[in-house]
C-alpha cells in the first residue's frame, strides 16, 4: 500500500500545471465557501446579538392577558418577588423591570405613535447599555429633574428635537384616560436599528407609573440576560415552575423567526459548501479522467505484470485524493486566517448602512465561524473527493490491457 | 521438462463479416531452459501466440498449459497473480513506470508480491548490476537510454523470478550497441542461471543468438528447428 501511494503522490506531479490549477481551484473554492459561511455566521450573529440586547433579551415575563392586548392594566402581580427570584440566580447577567404604554410624541414639527419604556436606570443600563448609546450632547438618566425623556436618533429628527427640547406625550392611564405630559430631551440614543430608534422612547419609571396611576412597584415586563444564552430555556422552565400564573418566555417564543435562522444556518452554510465542492468535483473528475486517458499503456502495462485492479482503482483513488487533501486543507488554512484577520478589522458594509440599519445590524461585519464548521468542511471536500474518484477509477478498471498496449 | 505447452491453440478475430485465424491451431512445447525465438513476417501471429501464452488474451479454442496449469481456466485475479509470480514480461516499448527510478521499478514487481523491503533492495541491486545498470538504480526511466531502459525492463522481468520471460521484439526500437549488450546479458542470464527466454523477433542479430528458432506463417508452425 505504500508503495501505490509513493506512486499516487509522483503521479499527481507529472503535469504539475493541471495539477497546480485544480488544488489551488479547490484552494480557493474552500477558502471562498468558508469565508462566505463565516460572513453569514457573522451577519446573523450581529443581527441577533443586536435583537437580543436592544429588543428580546434571553427572557421575558409578562401578565399572561399582555400578549394578546398591550394593556395599561395587565400588570406583573409578583413582580417584586421574580425580579428577587431573578437576581439571586447566579446564570442571570442582567435584570430590569419596565413599564410600558402606547402613544404619541409631538412636537410642533411633527408627531408619531411611540412605545414608551418606563425603566429603571441603572437597572436598564446594565441589562441593555443604554447610557453608551447617547450621544455626546446628552445625558443618561439621573435622579433629579422632571420628566426626563431619552428619544432615538431618527425620531429626534423628525420631531425636531434636540437635549433640552420639550417633546409632549400623549398616553391613557389606568382608568382610560388620557394622559397628556411634557418631557424634556435629556439624550439621544442611536441603535443599529433604525425601526428601534423611531419606536421606543425612555422614560423613568417612576414617572411613568405616577402618569399612569399604577403603583411604584407595578410593572408591566421584567426582562433578563442569561450568562449564557445556551440557559436561556432551562431558565425559562425554572422561572415558569416559580411562577405558574405569569407568561415566561425566552428569545426563542418572542422571535421564533429568529431563532429559526439561527438553528439552519449551519445546515444552510454546510449545503453552499457542498455545492462548491460539488461544483470542483466536476473539475477533479476532468482532470483524472483526462490523467487515466493519457496514461493507459501505462496502466495497461501494470495490470500486465501483475497489478491488480483493485490496486490500480486504489492508485487512482490515492491520485485523486491526494490533489483535494493538498487543496482542501489550504482552503481550510486560508479561510481561518481571512476570518480571524475579518474578526479583528471587521468588513466594512457602509455602503449598506440604510438597508442594513432596517434589519438592525450594523455596518461592520465581524465574519466568525465555530471551530466545528472547519471540520465539518473537511469532512465534505473528503466525501465529495471520495466520490468524484470513482468514475475516473472505475473508468480505469474497464481498459484491456491488450488494447491499451497492443503488444506485450 | 516442458513449462509451456500449447495444445490445438486458435485465435479467431471477428472483422467484419469474415473471421482472422491469428493462431491456427498451435501446438508448441518449451522446455525450461530454453532461448528459443518465433519468427516470422508481420501479421503471422507471432505477438498473438505470445499474448495467448501470457495470459493477456484468451484462446478461441484450444489450451495453454504454463508450470502444469491451464491458466486459461483461471478466474481474472488468479491470472493476474500467475502472471506475477510465473512469468516475466519485456515489452517492445520498455513501459516503465515514468514516475520511479529504475531500482524502484525493479523493486515494484517484489511489492506486489509483498517481499520485505530489505529483500526487495537486496535483490534490485542484484540484479541491475546483472545488467550492468548499477550505477543507473536512483535514475529515472526519462534519465535513461532506450538500451539502458530495456536492460531495466530484463531486472524487472527477472525480480519475480518466473518460470520464463516473455519477450516481444525486445530490440525492435534499439540501436546496434544497445542490441548486442541486451542480448549478451540476456543470453548470460539464460547461460549461466537457466533463464527460458521465449522472444518474438524481426531483428536478425535475435535470430543468430537463438538456440531454437519456431517459424510462424498464417498462425501455424511452418518450422521448428533447434541450433
Partial sequence: ?408 | MAIIETTNLHRDYQDGDSIIRAVDGINLSVEEGEFTAIIGPSGSGKTTLLNLIGGLDNPSQGEVIVDQKEIHELSDNELINFRLRHIGFVFQAYNLIPVLSAKENVEFIMQLQGKSAKERSKRALELLKAVGLEQQAHKRPNELSGGQQQRVAVARALASKPSFVLADEPTANLDSKSTEDLLDIMHKLNQEEGITFLFSTHDQRVIDRAQRLVYVEDGKIKSDTKK
Fill in chain 1, 1 to 408: 500500500m505504500k508503495t501505490l501511494f509513493n506512486i499516487a503522490w509522483r503521479n499527481i506531479w507529472r503535469n504539475k500545471l493541471r495539477s497546480s490549477v485544480v488544488i489551488i481551484s479547490i484552494m480557493l473554492g474552500i477558502w471562498a465557501g468558508i469565508f462566505v459561511s463565516a460572513f453569514s455566521f457573522g451577519l446573523n450573529d450581529q443581527r441577533k446579538d443586536a435583537l437580543l440586547k436592544n429588543q428580546f433579551s434571553h427572557i421575558q415575563v409578562h401578565k399572561a392577558e399582555w400578549k394578546d392586548q398591550m394593556e395599561v392594566e395587565y400588570l406583573l402581580s409578583e413582580a417584586k418577588a421574580i425580579l428577587s427570584s431573578l437576581s439571586s440566580k447566579t446564570e442571570i447577567a442582567a435584570v430590569a423591570p419596565r413599564v410600558i404604554a402606547n402613544g404619541m410624541a409631538a412636537t410642533a414639527h411633527y408627531s408619531g405613535g411611540v412605545q414608551i419604556y418606563g425603566i429603571e436606570a441603572e437597572a436598564e443600563n446594565k441589562l441593555t447599555g443604554l447610557a453608551a448609546k447617547i450621544d455626546s450632547s446628552g445625558k443618561y438618566f439621573s435622579k433629579k429633574g422632571r420628566n426626563p425623556i431619552l428619544i432615538g436618533a431618527a425620531l429626534a429628527e423628525k420631531l425636531e428635537v434636540k437635549p433640552g427640547s420639550k417633546v409632549i406625550l400623549n398616553f391613557s392611564n389606568a382608568n382610560n384616560d388620557l394622559v397628556s405630559a411634557s418631557f424634556k430631551v435629556k439624550g439621544i440614543y442611536t441603535e443599529v436599528s433604525s425601526t428601534i430608534e423611531k419606536m421606543k422612547v425612555y422614560v423613568r419609571a417612576n414617572d411613568l407609573q405616577e402618569l399612569l396611576g399604577i403603583g411604584a412597584e407595578d410593572y408591566h415586563e421584567i426582562a433578563a440576560f442569561a450568562e449564557n444564552e445556551a440557559d436561556s430555556d432551562s431558565l425559562k422552565t425554572w422561572l415558569q415552575g416559580q411562577y405558574p400564573n405569569q407568561l415566561v418566555e425566552s428569545w426563542k417564543d418572542l422571535a421564533p423567526e429568529l431563532a429559526y435562522s439561527d438553528s439552519i444556518m449551519t445546515q444552510m452554510l454546510f449545503i453552499i459548501i457542498g455545492i462548491i465542492m460539488l461544483a470542483l468535483s466536476f473539475g477533479i473528475i476532468n482532470t483524472m479522467l483526462m490523467a487515466v486517458l493519457e496514461r493507459r499503456k501505462e496502466l495497461g502495462v501494470l495490470m500486465c505484470v501483475g497489478m491488480s485492479k483493485g490496486r490500480v482503482f486504489s492508485m487512482i483513488i490515492i491520485e485523486t485524493l491526494y490533489l483535494s487533501l493538498i487543496g482542501g486543507p489550504l482552503g481550510i488554512i486560508l479561510g481561518y486566517f481571512s476570518v480571524e484577520q475579518g474578526k479583528l478589522s471587521g468588513l466594512s458594509l457602509e455602503v449598506f448602512s440604510d438597508g442594513l440599519a432596517s434589519y438592525g445590524i450594523g455596518t461592520i461585519i465581524y465574519p466568525s465561524v465555530p471551530s466545528s464548521f472547519y471540520f465539518g468542511t473537511a469532512a465534505i471536500v473528503f466525501i465529495m473527493t471520495l466520490l468524484a474518484s470513482i468514475y475516473p477509477a472505475r473508468h480505469a478498471l474497464k481498459l484491456n490491457p491488450i488494447e491499451t498496449i497492443r503488444t506485450i
